[in-house]
């Protein structure tokens, strides 16, 4: 666990970069320091490796002040990735990753070893090892710097802006490696972002600074959402606000029809009368096919396979969200969702009614 336990930073020019900060950073989570730019969350993280020191104040690693620990003995345990990789040029990438190793008096081999298995380990293809950091793009090389930091397999990992170089299509797959990452390797990771989707999508707990250094929310991102402390988080959080939220509410809880749901082997006589509904047409494995509407349906006899079906979107319901249920809707010209097992099986249809009866609960919850 890191702590900030009233921590102030005042430059010499007499600039105050963090303000009495107090917080919790707890072991095995991701907390995000978000902020407009200026507001002191690179002062802050580089307090906890001590490249900066307080002017007041103290941070606890796991208990102990980390101005009694020296810096190289700290830092050990900590790794660090910055923006733009900070790759050394001129080393290929197998000894960029090996840097702490071999700093730790690793024998060489033992060293490059580990440098292959992390590459690995962040998804990148141990064939680029031989490679200098210009023959990589900026999203390999920000892959490649997280697995430099991770090389001495240190418990802390301080983050600063490591995404933010990439663009949004590379930051997503960066941010979805994190979490995979995250989950595998448990670390206390201190994340420094200015983007406010990022910060909601990787922390476990978000800590909103405002300029001057002061935390203005420190919550999980569902509460920050759901509840903003004061006008400043409101409006930093920015716009759809509600429909973000609903990323955070799970969808097992929605009510599922599967009459609907019908194999497409089925005589088009068997379905035509009874049905008064778009029908979710599934093949022999439970698989999705597409919408039928009633009014679509031929008076000729055959098999719901001679029938067009129009598209359709899914979600699995025991791991996604309200918001992909409501995405799932809206991908369907039925209005209605199709709620599909791990292995993309259909379990059956949420209509648009069921989750307009979800998301009405929800707003009378936030009003009450
Ligand atoms: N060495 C320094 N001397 C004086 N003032 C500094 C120094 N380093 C940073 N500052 C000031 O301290 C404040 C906080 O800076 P810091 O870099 O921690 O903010 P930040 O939130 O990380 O900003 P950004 O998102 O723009 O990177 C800013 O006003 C900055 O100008």
């Known amino acids: 666990m890191i702590t900030f336990d009233g921590v102030t930073k005042r430059y010499p020019d007499g600039t105050v970069a963090v303000d009495e900060l107090s917080l919790e950073a707890p072991t095995g989570e991701i907390t ?49 990735v910055i923006q733009q990789a900070g790759l050394f040029p001129h080393r290929k990438i197998v000894d960029n990753v090996a840097t702490v190793p071999y700093l730790l008096g690793w024998d060489r081999k033992k060293a490059r070893s580990r440098a292959m298995d992390l590459l690995e380990l962040v998804g990148l293809d141990p064939g680029l090892a031989g490679r200098y950091p210009f023959q990589l793009s ?125 194999p497409v082997s089925a005589d088009v006589s068997s379905v035509r009368g009874t049905a008064e509904a778009w029908l979710a047409v599934v093949d022999a494995e439970g698989g999705p096919l597409g919408w039928i509407a009633p009014k679509d349906l031929p008076d000729s006899g055959g098999t719901l396979a001679e029938v067009p079906a129009a598209p359709y979107g899914t979600f699995v319901r025991g791991r996604d969200s309200l918001r992909a249920a409501l995405d799932a809707t809206l991908l369907s010209p039925s209005g209605n969702a199709l709620a599909v097992d791990g292995s993309g099986r259909v379990e059956g249809v949420v209509t648009r009614e069921a989750l307009g009866e979800a998301l009405t609960r929800i707003a009378e919850d936030a009003r009450g």
Do not use: W
């Open 32 to 80: 995000v320091l978000v902020g407009p730019s200026g507001c002191g969350k690179t002062t802050s993280l580089r307090m906890i490796n001590r490249m900066i020191d307080p002017s007041a104040g103290r941070i606890l690693l796991d208990g102990a002040d980390v101005t009694t620990v020296d810096p190289p003995t700290l830092r050990r345990g900590i790794g660090y």
């Open 138 to 262: 900026g999203g390999q090389q920000q892959r490649v710097g997280v697995a430099r930091a991770l090389a001495a397999d240190p418990p802390v990992l301080l983050m600063d802006e490591p995404f933010s170089a990439v663009d949004p299509i590379v930051r997503a797959s960066l941010q979805d490696e994190l979490l995979r990452l995250q989950a595998e390797l448990n670390k206390t990771i201190v994340f420094v972002t200015h983007d406010i989707d990022e910060a909601v999508k990787l922390g476990d707990r978000v800590a909103v600074l405002r300029v001057g250094g002061r935390l203005a929310q420190l919550a999980a991102p569902a509460e920050l959402l759901a509840e903003p402390a004061d006008d400043f988080v409101r409006e930093f959080l920015g716009r759809d606000r509600g429909i973000r939220r609903l990323s955070f509410i799970p969808a097992d809880g929605l009510s599922l029809r599967t009459d609907l749901v019908v």
